[in-house]
Nanobody, 121 residues
Framework: QVQLVESGGGLAQAGGSLRLSCAASGLTFSRYTMGWFRQAPGKKREFIGRISWNGVNTYYSDSVKGRFTISRDNAKRTVYLQMNSLKPEDTAVYYC??????????????WGQGTQVTVSS
């Protein structure tokens, strides 16, 4: 059974930082592209970035480019989302997801349960 478990969410002030983690089990982690998504209240789920199976390639949406960084540690079966220069509009539930293909921004194979990030002004 595949499990993706996010952690590290919480409350941050505008301009601050948070680092989210996503621990994977039940899949060959090093073979999967890992993506991060978020969903704010009343809004559609938004793709914010992805990292290739080997960590060499990353891609970010314009809304987070230059502020957020995705990394992974295949030995720990964990992917990270470092969020800097946080803004109130970054407030959302953040999800990690896994997919066998790289060039995707939706419909990932597996999803975590999400972690809440709240940024106060």
């Amino acid at each position: 059974q595949v499990q993706l478990v996010e952690s590290g969410g919480g409350l941050a002030q505008a301009g601050g930082s948070l680092r989210l983690s996503c621990a994977a089990s039940g899949l060959t982690f090093s073979r999967y592209t890992m993506g991060w998504f978020r969903q704010a209240p009343g809004k559609k789920r938004e793709f914010i970035g992805r990292i290739s199976w080997n960590g060499v390639n990353t891609y970010y949406s314009d809304s987070v480019k230059g502020r957020f960084t995705i990394s992974r540690d295949n030995a720990k079966r964990t992917v990270y989302l470092q969020m800097n220069s946080l803004k109130p509009e970054d407030t959302a539930v953040y999800y990690c997801a896994a997919d066998s293909r790289y060039y995707k921004e939706s419909d990932y194979d597996y999803w975590g349960q999400g972690t809440q990030v709240t940024v106060s002004s």
